[in-house]
Each structure stands twice: as structure tokens, then as C-alpha cells.
């Protein structure tokens, strides 16, 4: 329980538990396992309003200048996002979608600029419910706080930095991440720290699919690009696979292979599944463990399942492994035909699909297709042109990197 003066020297009361620093403040067993439902009876002097998760029961005069707030849940939630948050806030409710109501909640000093910040929430939230699924909460709060994080996807009152209020909705895609929490990672929890992906890769994930909905393609593979490169030069720094059981220092657990690596394996599954069967997995996914824990391989099965395919090699290498494929190629056109030799210079090779663009010389090109599936794998590819270059991946649909060798 975060307690202290907020940016305009006001007293402030603000919980903020992530991983398993709820038990500081309630007892309570701190692990994503064991989902609780939760109710809160707060008594606060009368310049303060209570925010909370669920859905508000009561609030009563006690004295001249005390309330008695009452706060409850009807569906069990992980401790980590079991939050109160007291201070003195300005609150606009900015109507409902698809019956959920949602609000803003900012100090009052620069009200003006927080509603208009946090009046993007409505739309963020339409899109996420009619793609994945029903809401798991009976409302929305965006609330301006004294987090740590950039933001906490707290169960229905998501808490964000207190510079979050700019006055210029600069944090779109901070907002949509925290949302699309509030099925993944709030509702469908990892059942345990190493499957985090599950939250914060999903988060990310579909938050560019929201970009990509909303911007157009060319800022989404922007994001995709961005994406690799945190990935790629994290490994530099760090080899650990993206379901790591070895850390317990859970604050490392925030790194770039359960954000950016876990967004790149959903996007290299969309491409693998493609589109419409990527969401009706992500659906039944969410159907199948809202209120509840999974791991890893509940949800490759889920995916499988709803692909009709197998999908083991495309989890081990990506998630249980460490890395990924670094390339070195070797080509030569003549007659009608490239001949390209693929060599995977880093330890295991990864089996996948490799996109080359023919780049003709009539200013033309082409993007033909080929597995690589082992170590060392020559292919012929037919051409319609004389190639004068070629371009590996220009659809960004691979997380690799050219071996600078
Ligand atoms: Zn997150």
C-alpha cells in the first residue's frame, strides 16, 4: 500500500501489488493461483473518494467528515490485482459499450487534460470485447495513480503513472495493454510465474493487432520491427527461454521475452494459423480458462485444437528453447532459377517458414515461400524474371537475425 503525497503534494493511499506484495496489506495467499473473490468496507474522511475493484455496494455518511465506502467482487481475482486506491480525484463516467460502464479518475488539478486523455478507453475496450470475448467485470475505472509501473492492470481500476495525464493521448497503446489484462493475465491468469508470456505477451500482442486495426499496416510492422530488435539485443544480454522456471526474482520476469519475444510467437502463430483461426483460438482460449489458471501447454492445445494442427516444434523451439534463428544465406540466379543456400549459424536450428522477395531487374518483385528446417538446406526457387537482389522477410514475419559474419 503505496501511502504519500501524489505529484500536487496531496495525500494519496494507493495499492500496488504486483507480483505477491498484497499480503503487506491483507493476508492472503500472494500467488496467481489462488484467485479469491474480495470485498473492501474503507472508512475515509470526506475529501476523499475510493476507487476499487468490482463493483460499489455502499457509501454512507458515518460523521459530519467521514464516508463509509463498500466495495465487492462476484468473480475471483488473483491477489496481484486486488487493489483500493484513496485520494482526492475528479471522476467522469463516460457512458458505457456493450453495457459496461467506464470512468476516468484524475486529480482534480489538471481534470481538463486527464478526461480527455483517458476518454479513449471506450472505444479500446469495444474493440477488445468484440474480438476476444465478453468483459469479466461489472466496470472500467482508468485511474491516475502513484504506481510504480507504467501501468497496473489492477481488475477492472487500472492504475497508471501519474505523468500519464498529458492532455495529449499519448498513452493509446499503455491503455490498451492494461485493457486487453483484464482478460489475460486478470480473468485467464498464468497458473505460475514461468508462464507470464501468457499476461504480458498477450498484452502486447494484442495491443498491435489494435494498432494495426486502428493505423494500418505500415505503423503495425513498425511496432513488429521495434519489437524484434528489443528481443534481439536482450539476447545479447540475457539467454533464458521465454518460459523461465529458473528465475525467482519476479521483477526480472518483466523483460522482453514475455513481453516482445511472447508477442512475437503469437504473431509468427497468427501467421502460422492465419487470422480468423488465430482469434477463434485466442477465443476459445479465453472461454475455456476465464476465472481460472493456465499454463503454456493448455494453451498450445487449445491452439491446436482449433487449427487441426501440431504445433510441439513450434512451442519448444520458440518458448522452452533459448534464441532463435540466426541466418547466413548464399545465392546465385541463373536461368530462370535462384539457387539460395540457408545456414542457421546458431546452435539448434528452428524449423520455419522463410519469405524471400525476388527483386527483378525490371523493378518488379515477387515473394516466393521456402522451409528451412535444418542446419543447412540448399533450395531452388523458380523465378518469372532475372533477379537482380533478393529480400529476406520483407513482410516481417519471422523473429530472426543475418548472422553479421
Ligand atoms: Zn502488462
Redesign the pocket.
Given at each position: 500500500m503505496v501511502i504519500g503525497e501524489n505529484i500536487h503534494g496531496d495525500r494519496t493511499f494507493f495499492g500496488d501489488n504486483w507480483p505477491n506484495r498484497a499480503h503487506n496489506w491483507f493476508p492472503c495467499v500472494d500467488h496467481p493461483s489462488d484467485k479469491a473473490t474480495v470485498e473492501y468496507i474503507i472508512k475515509a474522511p470526506n475529501h476523499y473518494q475510493v476507487i476499487a475493484n468490482g463493483y460499489q455496494v455502499e457509501e454512507t455518511n458515518v460523521t459530519a467528515n467521514l464516508k463509509q465506502y463498500h466495495w465487492k467482487t462476484s468473480v475471483p481475482l488473483p491477489t496481484k490485482v486486488m487493489v483500493i486506491g484513496i485520494a482526492q480525484f475528479a471522476v467522469q463516467n463516460i457512458g458505457e459499450t456493450h453495457h459496461v460502464p467506464v470512468s476516468t479518475w484524475v486529480y482534480p488539478q489538471t481534470k481538463e487534460k486527464g478526461f480527455y486523455d483517458f476518454s479513449i478507453a471506450k472505444k479500446v475496450l469495444s474493440f477488445f470485447i468484440e474480438n476476444i470475448g465478453e468483459y469479466p467485470y461489472r466496470k472500467l475505472a482508468n485511474v491516475q495513480s502513484k504506481t510504480r509501473f507504467g501501468?497496473m492492470?489492477n481488475a477492472s481500476a487500472i492504475f497508471y503513472f501519474e505523468n500519464s495525464v498529458t492532455g495529449e493521448q499519448k498513452y493509446e497503446d499503455l491503455i490498451a495493454?492494461?485493457i486487453v489484462?483484464q482478460w489475460f493475465?486478470n480473468s485467464a491468469s498464468e497458473i505460475d510465474w514461468p508462464h507470464i508470456w501468457l499476461?504480458?505477451g498477450f498484452?502486447t500482442y494484442l495491443t498491435d493487432l489494435y494498432v494495426l486495426e486502428n493505423k494500418g499496416s505500415a505503423t503495425f510492422h513498425k511496432r513488429m520491427q521495434n519489437e524484434r530488435t528489443t528481443v534481439l539485443n536482450f539476447f545479447k544480454r540475457t539467454q533464458t527461454p521465454v518460459v523461465d522456471a529458473k528465475t525467482t526474482n519476479y521483477m526480472e520476469l518483466l523483460n522482453a521475452n514475455s513481453y516482445q519475444k511472447g508477442a512475437w510467437v503469437l504473431h509468427m502463430l497468427r501467421n502460422k494459423l492465419g487470422d480468423e483461426t488465430f482469434w477463434k483460438g485466442i477465443r476459445m482460449y479465453y472461454q475455456k480458462y476465464k476465472f481460472k489458471n493456465a499454463s503454456t501447454v493448455d494453451f498450445k492445445q487449445v491452439m491446436a485444437k482449433v487449427s487441426g494442427k501440431k504445433l510441439d516444434i513450434f512451442f519448444e523451439q520458440w518458448l522452452y528453447k533459448t534464441g532463435h534463428p540466426i541466418l547466413k544465406t548464399n545465392w546465385i540466379y541463373h536461368n530462370n532459377k535462384v539457387r539460395l543456400i540457408v545456414d542457421q549459424t546458431q546452435e539448434a536450428p528452428f524449423e520455419f517458414p522463410l519469405d524471400i522477395e525476388m527483386l527483378y531487374d525490371d523493378g518488379t518483385s515477387e515473394v516466393k515461400t521456402i522451409n528451412v528446417l535444418g542446419k543447412s538446406a540448399p533450395f531452388v526457387i523458380e523465378t518469372n524474371g532475372t533477379v537482380k537482389d533478393i529480400n529476406l522477410d520483407p513482410n516481417i514475419q519471422l523473429l530472426f537475425e543475418m548472422d553479421s559474419n
Open positions: 501501468g492492470e495493454h492494461e489484462h493475465g499476461s504480458e498484452a
